[in-house]
Each structure stands twice: as C-alpha cells, then as structure tokens.
C-alpha cells in the first residue's frame, strides 16, 4: 500500500535523522531483537566503542568537567565520544529527533582554542555535551516536537523567520557556560504521555528493556542517558515527563517549581495555559550531575533573559543547612511517606523501591511517619481539567497541519470537546489554590508528629504504579502529578531494578482499590519487567529545589549501598 | 420616594457604621461644604483633636513602633488616638467601611499586659494600628467589598461558615507582629475603578480638597492614612489600584510583584482570573513606614501561610547595595524617565510634579535617560482583555445578589459580553509573555545607553494624567496598568500639590495625541485641583521590591526638599 503524504514526510524525517549520523558510526548487521537483547545498556553498547569512549561517556557530568575546565580532557575529545554513543543509542532505541555533530564539533575546536589561548575554561559547563528535549529551539536545527506538520517550519508556521534561527532562553545560557550542544531528544506527540512516540521516529524503547517504555514525555532524554549518550540533559515536566522517564531509566531528575528554570523561547504543548504550568529541569546519572547543571544555569542570572523566572539565585545557606540536618544536626531528618495513591498499588519492583527507601532511612535513624495529605484525587482531578481545559483545540490544530494519525497513548482528550470558558477557568484556578492552601496547611501541621520540632523535610512516594511500562499500558499520573498542581519540587532518586527472581505478585488475594488496580496488577508480569529500573519520588514544599537535591545527594548514595 | 429593597438595605449599613462611632467622638453640627472647607487635613481636624492625640497621629509608623516596643507609649493611648481620628476621617470624607474599635482596645489592653508583664514587644508592629481595605477578612467583622448583597454573608454566600470568623492571612501575620486591626476601609463597587463609590459608603472623597476623588481602589486607606487617621494600611493593585490613591493623597505606596505579599483568604473580584493578578501592598505617609510594613510581613514567613507567596525574605543585600549606589558607589544611579503615555498629557500639577523629579535626579549628579519602551498601549489592551475575559460574569453575580445600581466610574465591562474561551485565554497569555520579554529586553538594552554599565536602575513616570481628579472623570489606566501586565515593582512617591498661581494650562495651542487628551486638558481647572497632591511612580523590574523602597525613601526626601 502507497504510503499517504504525511507518512511519506515522516518517513523521510526519520531516514534523514539516521543520515545524520556518520558512516563509521553505523551499526553494521541487524540488531537483535528486543526478546533475544533486552538490555543494551554496559557491555551491549561497550562493545562498539574504544575503552577510552567508555572512560569517557561513563564518567559523570561533574567529572567530565573537572576534566574539560582544567585541561585534561579536550572538549573535542569528550563531544566526539558522546556523538558516537548517542548515535549508538539512537539506533538502539530511537532516542533522537536531531542530530548536529558537525556544529557540536565546531563549538569543540572553538572551546579548545579559547582554554589553550586563555588557559581558562569559558564556563563551568566548558566542553560538556548536553542534550536538549526537542521543544528546544537551537539555530540551525529543526524542532518538530513530534509532530509531522512542524517539519520544515517554525511551530507549524511555514515561512516563519524564527525557522532555523531562534534560540531558546536556556539554549543561549547552556553556550555561555561553555556546554556543547549535539543532539535533540524524542517526545510523544502532544507532549501529554507517559510514553515516548510519534510518526516520525515511532517509539523510544527502554535502554535497559528494551521490551518496556522509556517513559515520557521527556523519554528521548531517559533512554539517551540511560544509555550514556549523554552525560546530562533537560527535560519538560507538565505531569511528570520529567521524573517517569528518570525513573524509567534509572537516572535522577528533578523538577523544579515553576519559575527557576528558564522556558522562554521554547516550543510547548497547549501554550498559555496558566493554569497547571509546564517546567524545565535536569537528568542524569548524578545526583551532583543535576546539581551542576541548576546550579550553572541559575549562575547565568535567567530572570534577565526569562520574564518567568524568579530572581532567586543558587541559595548555598539552603545546601550548608540542608547538610547539617542530614549529618543529624541538630535533630536529623524527618520524612513522610506513602506507598499508594489509594487507586492503583504499584507492582512489585516499585513496591520493593519504596521498601528499600524506608528501611535505609529508618536505618539511618531518621524519621519517618505516614503522609495522609489532602486527596491526591482532587489533584489529578484539577490536573486533567487544566491539560483539557480547550477541549484538544491546541493538538487537534497541530495534527491538522497534517493529518498525520493520533496514537492511543496520547493522554489528552483530543476529540475536540467543548473549550472552558473564562469562568470555568477562573474557578479551576480558585479551586487549585484552595487545595494547595489545605496541602500546605497539611505539611505544616506535621510539626506535631516528627519529633525533630518542624513539619517533615520531604515526602516519598512512588513515581508510577510500574518500573518502565509496557508499551500503551502506562496505568496513571496520579502519583506524578499532584505535585504539579502544587507546584512542588521534586527529585526522582534511583533505587533498584525489577528482579524476576524477587519481584512476584503476592499469592494471597488482596483487596483492589477498583478496576484500575486490579488492571495494573494484572499486567505485571516478572519475566517481562525484568531488568527495569525503579526510583522513587522524593518531594519538598514549592521553590526548594537546593534542599530536595541535596538529599536526593544523600538518599540516592545511601539506596545505592543499601540494594547493591 | 420609598426606597427600594437594596438601597433600604444600603443605608442601614451605612448606618450601622456610624452607630459604630462612639457617641464623644461624633462631629457635632454641621460639616461645611467642600466648597467652603476643602481641605479638612492638618488644622481642620487636629480641632477635633488633643494635643496628645495630634502629636500621637501625626508620628509615622516607625517613630510609633519606636515607642510603643519600647514601653514610651501603650498601645491603648496610641490605638484610642487612631480611633477618634479614623472616626473623625471617616465623618468627613465617607472612608470607612467597618469599625471595630472595641476589638482594637481589646487587643491593645492584651498588648499592654504582654508588655508589662514580659517587658518585650509581642513583634515589630506592637501597638500599631494598621488599617486594611475592605477586602481583608478579620474576625467578628463583615466584608462588603462594597457590594450591598455582600452585607450579611461570607462573599456572598448566605449561611457560609466562615462568615464573621474567617480571618485572611495577611491580617493573621499583622496580628502576630503585634499590629492592632481597628477598622477596614472603602472601596469601589467591583474594585475595578480609579475612584472609590459603592451604594453603601457613597463616595470617598479627597481629604487635601473634598472638590476631588481619593483615588481607587484603595481609596478608603488613601484617604484615611491622608487625615493621619492610619499612620499605614494595606491595599491591593491589579491597575493601579495602590498607586492612584497613594498619589492622589500625597502619599508613598508600593505595588510589589506578584508573590511577595499574601493574598490568601482575602476577597477579591474576579478571582481566579490569572492572567493579570491584583497584588497586596501598604501605603503609608512615609517610606521608612512602607518598609517596617514590608519587613515584617516577609518576617512572617508568608510563604508557609499562603501557597502563593515566594520564598523570597527581605534581602538587606540590596539594601545595602541599593545605598551605596545612592552614594554615587560605584558609579551612582540612572534613571529612565518618560512624561507621556503618548496617549494623554498629564495636567499642569503632574507636569511640574515629573519636573520637580527629573530636576532633582540631575540636580543629585545621577543619570537620566529617555524611556522608550514597547509600546504601553499593547500593555493597556493586554490589562483590558484580562480584566474582562469573564465579559462581566463576576460583578454581574455578585451586583444580581441585591438588583443595586452600577455606578458609572466602573471601569470594568459589565455589560455581560461573551467570555473569551480556553484557547483565547491562552493566547492572551501568550502575548502578555512576549510582551513581557520585549520590555526586559529593552530594559536590558539599555545598558549601553546610561554610562553606569548597568541597565536603568529605576524608571520615573507619571502615575495618571491627573493630581486627584474630578469624580467621574478619571481618565485613563494607561500609566499603571503596564506595571501589572509587566508585574514590576512600582512605588509612589509624593512630590508637590496643585498651586493654581503656577498649574495653569499654557496659552499656545498644542498639538494633541486624540480625543481623550483634548477631553483630559480640558477637564483641568487650576482653582478646582489647587491643594491637590501629584506623586510620581518609580518602577523597577519584577521583584525588585527591596530597591524601590529603598530608592523611594532616598528620592522623596529629595523631592520634599525641592519642592520645600
């Protein structure tokens, strides 16, 4: 059968990414297949690069630029050994919607040239490679967000001057710090998923598994650093496309509150709804990784490039406190917890993550009670009403420009249903503040019971009902986001993976919440999961970013420990 | 005439409030007309008052707070001279919408006994009354908002719990720091208007010449803090609505961004709309008292009270670096500075209160440059569209409670226009974002102009076209409203009053913008605004509350000086 006009785009799309990559970077013979190889991740990968590329691309984004700023390590070097990595990983999984190793390598030589003139780095980030979520917008590069009616235009906009010449806010200030720019990661069509697909690189599987999903929407990001293509990142988080796909893979992430991060100048889904805000913020392998990368870019001052950034700069008082509560002074920490939503039960590798989590903090003699905040249904409740409040028109314009098909795990109603008025809108927001001044009002009053005089340090919760997800079976954001109608930070911290030998459903019936959590249940299967990462969320109240970092710091090194 | 059921229910709340006025404070015999007593500041009501009570009321904030932390002067001398005084006020320009002076003795008498008995203050505002729009709820009190079918509800609602027992946040905080709460103040009728008239209070009229409107929103604590019966009060700004009356009554006021002060639990109109957000902010008759007011809120922590609120504390880092520049260190200050909105000139009193500004910056040796920004129009149409996204649906409610009479000075469309829908409300927002980013480029941008290095540190321009105004001629909002689209930092500062010898309109003809400059200059009448006071606003970048105030406090004393 004759493929229909947009296919054809896409298809053409698709092939002209994998030209992009150079001919000695091809992976030569067919791949096996995900039920023969699962995981490529390590060895898999290792086996098409040099030991020095490995040295390379497996150390973290702190360590490559206390190489790169001091002169051990050439920026040229370092970005070439990533490019062949992340073009190994996109045909391994379909991470990538653009590839720009040429302009990546000119920035190299040009970084080179600067330290051996100066003897100085250009910036804290001097030569590191980061990889950017295709809603960035770099010169030269295309942004197509998944869609097949954005290919040759700006937005969708055919003619626009901004094609191939805008550059997005964090873009600009990634430069200045000295980052080498490369490649552009793969997001599900409208950004509203769980998953990663579109019609122009299909799906991003996960690295680890390759039989689950890398989550989404930032899953090009999750499946690229999973597979250390890139040594850190920036996703989007609107309902948890930045902390399921850190998850998912095994990584760190965190998103942050609205107004640190710069967005500006950066495409989006639905843009302009005010009402439950998309947010940027990093991955990586490293706790420390994400650290730097907040950190440089608060440095760049974005309130004076961003009108929605806050002028709140990188707070060390913050980071030295936090420090001292987590050395136990002077009374140690104390958080909450909860291993359900109370509608699905996460599946037995989620379920062990957030077991081992609580015993390491109980071992390390913090405290630990129940979280039993307002409902979390209330939240997902007014989530879903701020994602549809036009009733699709916003995607159901993009696919136009196409016609291209919609794929089923798009979350968002697409069916055009009727648009809320200013009245609807205006009492969703009031309804929103009501029930973030009860859920701040919830965590205060835990005061009372922690014991350490305060309210909780920071709450733990799972991030999805699965570790990974089977392809189109990705259950709920119920545990994501809730945090983004109140505006929360939080990180996702790795703990463990699905063990087939382990991780089994319980013989004994239990009680179900309802169909969902009976559903969810039903689809765990051990063999299948096996090898998927499981994280877990960890949260704090609105804007405290440097706190939740740096006892994701903590945290993360003492799961690590604890399941190795 | 019988009067109908509304107005019936009108006059008895109006009333009621007199009733509220102890006998031995009321003003016997007749009140002279405005035309024979304009202005019944200063000598016309310290007649009515004692020495003691004169020296008490016409002490600012912080001389008060001085003493009253200190054990000089209780709280009940100081919170009964207030009284008498707001009584007196409220007698002669209707500026009062509640009283509650038993509750504000109660409170003193405890303040008092905490004082003798701990020799401490209870917090930095021990023993000061602080007056609050009519918007803030406190215990026992009710809220119109100046809505007649407000009275005997919560907001509206019949039979609601929280009537007479809900108290908003910001009260709560006044209340810790020590601040004692005695009576609520006017507003306008939807609180969309430059003048302040509702069908309870009437009209609130200008205290400095009775011929003029106090201004609006706020214009109950504009008038009031002008006849000292407050040494300082909360307002709240969504156009202007702090700016306008602190001007109008030749005071200081501070509208700061979105964030900084709380808002929680406080009524509004229009809540929920999110585009262009209404702020908290004090208007006091000095800056030092705008300050104390604005330190101890942020000391508070409001952040953990209302999720609205950032966590930003007061930053004495600015303070600090603001005064040295103030001191001409490095390089001292530069200032932008426009006359004209392109729109409407402003009258002779405003045009000599900019002179008396610009003059006095040259005069100190600090830099002024010619503000040219994107256009303020797009930024009044932006505010318009947002105001009335709802086509009226808001006001329309709450006038339909009680079938009362819409006065014509409401600026807002009430005349139930269709509401814009999700995808409209989106891209409004859309364009406030880019129009927001044009004006900090440009703020940027003019870094290459002020010889400083620096961008503008400050930007100096009229607040409206008038000193005070005529009731029913307030012009336009097209001098504050792009202050809140913007969400900048804006402060008034005080600098002359209208002279009719020397405010006269020039002889030559001018060329005029349109029709509503012509219509604006021909409204002005050197004998009817003589004594009316003229402030300038002083605006900054977006919570850059720390440095305005700052530089407020430095400029009105300069400006005192000149216009000595």
Redesign the interface.
């Known amino acids: 059968m004759a493929l229909t006009s947009w296919e054809q785009t896409a298809a053409a799309k698709r092939q002209s990414v994998l030209n992009a990559i150079p001919e000695k970077w091809r992976i030569k013979g067919p791949i096996p297949a995900p039920t023969e190889q699962r995981d490529v991740t390590g060895p898999y990968i290792q086996q098409f690069l040099s030991p020095r590329e490995v040295e390379i691309t497996e150390t973290d984004a702190v360590g490559i630029t206390e190489r790169t700023t001091t002169g051990q390590w050439t920026a040229v070097e370092v970005t070439e050994a990533f490019c062949h990595r992340a073009a190994l990983a996109h045909q391994l999984v379909n991470c990538l919607h653009e590839i720009f190793f040429d302009a990546a390598l000119e920035t190299a030589r040009i970084l080179d040239d600067h330290y051996t003139k100066t003897g100085k780095p250009l910036g804290p980030l001097h030569g590191l490679p980061v990889s950017l979520k295709d809603q960035f917008h770099v010169k030269g590069v295309e942004t197509t967000m998944g869609y097949v009616g954005w290919i040759n235009t700006f937005q969708g906009k055919t003619n626009d001057p901004r094609y191939l010449t805008h550059e997005s806010e964090l873009v600009k200030e990634l430069r200045a710090a000295g980052a080498v720019l490369y490649c552009k990661t793969s997001v599900p069509m409208t950004l509203m998923s769980g998953e990663t697909m579109n019609n122009i690189i299909t799906y991003t599987h996960n690295p680890k598994n390759r039989l689950l999903s890398s989550g989404g929407s930032s899953g090009g990001e999750g499946a690229l650093i999973a597979l250390r293509g890139s040594p850190a990142g920036f996703g989007t988080d609107i309902g948890g496309s930045i902390r399921v796909p850190a998850s998912f893979n095994g990584l760190y992430g965190i998103r942050p509150s609205v107004?640190r991060m710069p967005y500006?100048g950066a495409a989006n889904s639905?843009?302009?709804?005010?009402?439950v805000l998309s947010v940027v913020g990093p991955l990586s392998p490293s706790a420390r990784g994400l650290i730097l990368l907040f950190k440089t870019v608060l440095g760049a001052m974005p309130?004076?490039?961003?009108?929605?950034v806050?002028?709140?700069p990188w707070r060390e008082e913050i980071v030295e406190e936090t420090r001292k509560l987590v050395q136990g002074k002077p009374e140690g920490l104390a958080f909450g917890i909860f291993y359900d939503d109370g509608q699905v039960k996460p599946q037995p590798p989620v379920e062990r993550a957030m077991r081992i989590a609580a015993e390491t903090i109980k071992r390390l003699g913090h405290k630990l009670i129940k979280w039993e905040p307002p409902s979390h249904l209330t939240a997902a409740s007014l989530a879903n009403r701020a994602y549809n409040?036009?009733?699709g028109?916003?995607v159901l314009q993009n696919f136009a420009l196409s016609n291209e098909a919609i794929h089923t795990s798009v979350v968002i109603d697409a069916s055009g249903s009727p648009?809320?008025?200013?009245?609807e809108?205006?009492?969703?927001?009031?309804e929103k503040?009501e029930y973030?001044?009860q859920?701040?009002d919830y965590w205060?009053s835990t005061a009372q019971v922690t014991g350490t005089g305060r309210p909780v340090d920071a709450v733990i919760c799972p991030v999805a009902p699965h570790a990974a997800c089977i392809p189109g079976k990705y259950a709920t954001i119920g545990y994501t986001a809730f945090i983004n109608v109140?505006?929360y930070t939080s990180a996702v911290v790795p703990v463990t993976s699905a063990d087939r030998r382990v991780d089994v459903v319980g013989k004994e019936g239990r009680e179900y919440f309802g169909e969902l959590d009976r559903k969810t249940e039903g689809e765990y299967d051990a063999d299948v999961f096996d090898g998927a990462p499981a994280g877990i969320q960890l949260f704090g109240r609105?804007?405290q970013e440097e706190k939740i970092l740096v006892l994701a710091e903590y945290l993360g090194e003492e799961f690590r420990k604890a399941s190795a």
């Open positions: 107004g500006e639905g843009d302009g709804q005010n009402t309130w004076l490039g961003d009108p929605g806050l002028e709140i409040m036009d009733g028109a916003d648009q809320k008025t200013a009245l809108i205006a009492a969703l927001n009031v503040r973030q001044k859920y701040l205060n109140l505006d609105r804007l």
